[in-house]
T-cell receptor, first 113, second 113 residues
């Protein structure tokens, strides 16, 4: 199994509070991604990174920011959490481009009350 | 734009039945196609992939053929097991400078003994 961990695995927070989710990899892969999974939507890309300090937006980036200061860590921040951000968040990594698979972390279940 | 359409679930089968999960896509250029599987409480795992027209991906008894003429990538298995119960996601990669995946909404498979 690819070495990807996510922390925390579960979190309950209140509306308006900041939240940071962490993805850590031990594979030295170049690309890292954050997705959210919601019923009826499959997985949707929030942000991705193609190298240290190189990040870009995905299809549902509003309300989220990311940072990547080291190859192994990719942080997702909700500056002011809202109930619509209640979801399961997955981190993924890949290395060589479009013909190669993405490896997924175990997910973080976030509930915003 | 680029998109993936999967049949809605759940698909409910008895053990040893034949499985088909339909997937069609819309894409510019020449995408790679993937099937991912998500077991309960886990992240996604790559099940199989195909990178060009007429390629057949196969793994663990599952197979899918990249049909450019019908823009389809249907997942099949000749004899399902209870342990195949999971959610299956069809996805495509459009390449470019990043390795972004576009997912279908997922199809839940339930196999009963």
């Amino acid at each position: 199994d690819a070495g990807i961990t996510q922390s925390p695995r579960h979190k309950v927070t209140e509306t308006g509070t900041p939240v940071t989710l962490r993805c850590h990899q031990t594979e030295n892969h170049r690309y890292m991604y954050w997705y959210r999974q919601d019923p009826g939507h499959g997985l949707r890309l929030i942000h991705y990174s193609y190298g240290v300090k190189d990040t870009d937006k995905g299809e549902v980036s509003d309300g989220y920011s990311v940072s990547r200061s080291k190859t192994e860590d990719f942080l997702l921040t909700l500056e002011s959490a809202t109930s619509s951000q209640t979801s399961v968040y997955f981190c993924a990594i890949s290395d060589f481009g479009q013909y190669y698979e993405q490896y997924f972390g175990p997910g973080t279940r976030l509930t915003v009350t | 734009g680029n998109s993936v359409t999967q049949m809605e679930g759940p698909v409910t089968l008895s053990e040893e039945a034949f499985l088909t999960i339909n997937c069609t896509y819309t894409a510019t250029g020449y995408p790679s196609l993937f099937w991912y599987v998500q077991y309960p409480g886990e992240g996604l795992q790559l099940l199989l992939k195909a990178t060009k027209a007429d390629d057949k991906g196969s793994n663990k008894g599952f197979e899918a053929t990249y049909r450019k003429e019908t823009t389809s990538f249907h997942l099949e298995k000749g004899s399902v097991q209870v342990s195949d119960s999971a959610v299956y996601f069809c996805a495509l990669s459009v390449g470019g400078n990043t390795d972004k995946l576009i997912f279908g909404t997922g199809t839940r498979l339930q196999v009963f003994p």
